[in-house]
């Protein structure tokens, strides 16, 4: 089993990578890392598996001590303000985010409502070895159940406090059938949007689309908001920590372009420095830059992007993925708060979404994916790196291999969440870009070949 316990959470897939006695052991193994006291938070996504999981790692923890709240089935960003604003000893949510849909996953969370880093690292520990806490039949912990539409009015109410709209919108959302559904229309129309929907019932077969909104998933979103006129689209995955943007032309706006939207709108609240993941465009630098500020950078995933934030006291980070943090209000990333963001700029704007996007630069970029075994990956891509070395190029070792150039960059990196590598390639022309994704391919086909 030490295979799904990954970078920033446990993920894999149900009843083949890991089930329900696998789950309770999880819970005993937090519950002992916890010292088997305090008040745990528990919440899941809309997998059809998340139920049982939950249910499982409520056992587990239960059994060693820890006291356990479920707050029910809700998005991400609203487990994690739950946690916020409450006085939780830690959080378990169990979520695959946006991995296909027979996948599960549990993540943790500090009272803060960000994930565990290295406590993850300790807490795998404790599974491995298998010494739980297991209390006497008098001496477990209690476990209650919390009313979700609470925790959820109170997260709405939080985030209509902090946004004010000169106009109305007509806005079209897409939570992909998950755990958005019941939260983002709402909210936008308590916004006073006029809103339209697609997928919007929560369902984790996940049949309108699949649950990582991409390229290729969301065509029917974007041919609704040209077709009602919107001033803007959005999708969420499946636990709405990510959010992507259609403007008003149907057209999918690159993260790091939204993303220094965002800045620029968080910066006229405070400027400083942005936390960026390795792999983001080279139009973060330049904008922020031009905008004031600096930009830090930082190795792809939530719990490392947090970190970073804190440690520099950044007023926003981007990932090139969709994750959005508004650091100048809230210590962790928000996907639906990113999109009501968005909503409040449009709504000051006097020029649509789409010329705000054309007003940024843009360069060829490209992602490729290439699979390869969890237990293989990343001895993989050291030896892409020893390669390039070999080869005299200047490595970045922040997360994977990255390499910048005249004109470009690309970066190989093995998925923290899957059994893939990717290879990210940008460049000022397309000519370069072709360069540089045949430099990285041949590398890492070589390395592959050698595994």
Known sequence: MEHVFRAYDIRGVFNEELDASFSVNVGLALATYLGGKGVVATGRDVRESSRIVEQALIAGLCSAGCDVVSVGMLPIPTFNFHLWRSNYRAGAIVTASHNPPPYTGIRFRRPDGTGFSRENAEVKKVYMKG?????????????????????????QEFLLENVSFERPLRVVLDPGCGAASNVA????????????????????????????????????????????????????????????????????????????????????????KVVANISCSMIVKEKVEELGGTVVWERVGDVFITEAIKKHSAVFGIEASGHYYPSFLMPFDDGIYASLMMAEIISREKHPFSQMADELPSYPIVEKTVDCPDDKKFSVVDRVREKLEQEGYA????????????EGWFIVRASNT??????????????????????????????????
């Not at 010494?131 to 997260?155: C, P, Q």
């Open 418 to 451: 899957q059994p893939l590598i990717r290879i990210t390639v940008e460049a000022k022309t397309e000519d370069k870009l072709r360069s540089l994704m045949g430099l990285a391919l041949e590398a890492l086909e070589r390395s592959m070949r050698q595994s």
């Open 131 to 155: 010494d739980f806490i297991r209390r006497k039949w008098n001496e477990l912990g209690s476990f209650h159940s919390m009313n979700t539409d609470v925790v959820v009015a109170s997260y």
């Open 185 to 272: 229309p709402e909210l936008f129309r308590r916004a006073g949007m006029k809103v339209y929907t697609l997928n919007s019932q929560p369902d984790g077969t996940f049949p309108g689309r699949d649950p990582y909104p991409r390229n290729g998933t969301l065509d029917e979103l974007q041919r609704l908001t040209v077709s009602v006129g919107a001033d803007m689209g959005v999708a969420y995955d499946g636990d709405a920590d990510r959010a992507v943007f259609v403007d008003d032309k149907g057209r999918i706006l690159r993260p790091e372009a939204a993303g220094v939207i965002l800045v620029g709108d968080a910066f006229s609240r405070k400027k400083g």
């Open 395 to 406: 490595i970045n070792t922040i997360d994977g291999v990255r390499v910048d150039l005249d």
